[in-house]
């Protein structure tokens, strides 16, 4: 099953409209782009807690790692550069974080609110290699935009 980004985004945003609180935000964002695709082994938040610290928030899957700085890894790099951390092979990826030994592939996010502030960042794993591509991210900040940014 493959995810229809158009279908999902119409879904999210009915679920959405008219809420503003992060974290309920997060966790219906979560839920709905969790069970739509069976490439989405682990799909979750790590809001921003404080500078250059991540902690976990809602989530779907088995356990996550619970606190990573911006300085380390896929979810590190995506908040420290501002820019969609795209990972065909997690094991080349330098200082990556292995929270599941299943993660084969990962895409990470940056979600700013709507003062334009960094407040968390979307980490999707795959225990397939090579999951993810361009339109998964132009979808994905997509529909991270229309949620917490506008």
Same mark, same amino acid.
């Given at each position: 099953?493959?995810?229809?980004? #158009?279908?999902?985004?119409?879904?999210?945003d009915?679920l959405?409209?008219?809420?503003? +609180?992060?974290?309920?935000?997060?966790?219906?964002?979560?839920?709905?782009? $969790? $069970?739509a695709?069976? @490439?989405?082994?682990?799909?979750? =938040?790590?809001?921003?807690?404080?500078?250059?610290?991540?902690?976990?928030?809602p989530? &779907?899957?088995?356990?996550?790692?619970?606190?990573?700085? =911006?300085? @380390?890894?896929?979810?590190?790099?995506?908040?420290?550069?501002?820019?969609? &951390?795209?990972? #065909?092979?997690?094991?080349? =990826?330098?200082?990556?974080?292995?929270?599941?030994?299943?993660?084969?592939?990962?895409?990470?996010?940056?979600?700013?609110?709507?003062?334009?502030?960094?407040?968390?960042?979307? +980490?999707?794993?795959? #225990? &397939?290699?090579?999951?993810?591509?361009? &339109? +998964?991210?132009?979808?994905?900040?997509?529909?991270? +935009?229309?949620v917490?940014?506008?």
């Amino acid at each position: 099953m493959r995810i229809d980004y #158009d279908s999902i985004a119409k879904s999210i945003d009915a679920l959405t409209e008219g809420e503003d +609180d992060a974290v309920a935000l997060m966790a219906t964002v979560v839920c709905e782009l $969790h $069970h739509a695709d069976e @490439r989405f082994d682990w799909t979750g =938040f790590y809001r921003v807690v404080g500078p250059e610290l991540l902690k976990i928030g809602p989530y &779907q899957g088995g356990h996550g790692c619970l606190v990573i700085p =911006f300085s @380390r890894g896929v979810c590190g790099a995506a908040a420290r550069t501002g820019e969609t &951390q795209l990972v #065909d092979d997690v094991d080349a =990826f330098p200082d990556h974080i292995a929270c599941a030994s299943s993660t084969r592939s990962e895409i990470v996010l940056p979600v700013w609110n709507r003062a334009g502030d960094l407040m968390a960042v979307l +980490d999707i794993d795959s #225990d &397939q290699p090579a999951a993810f591509n361009g &339109q +998964d991210a132009d979808a994905l900040r997509d529909i991270l +935009d229309r949620v917490f940014a506008t």
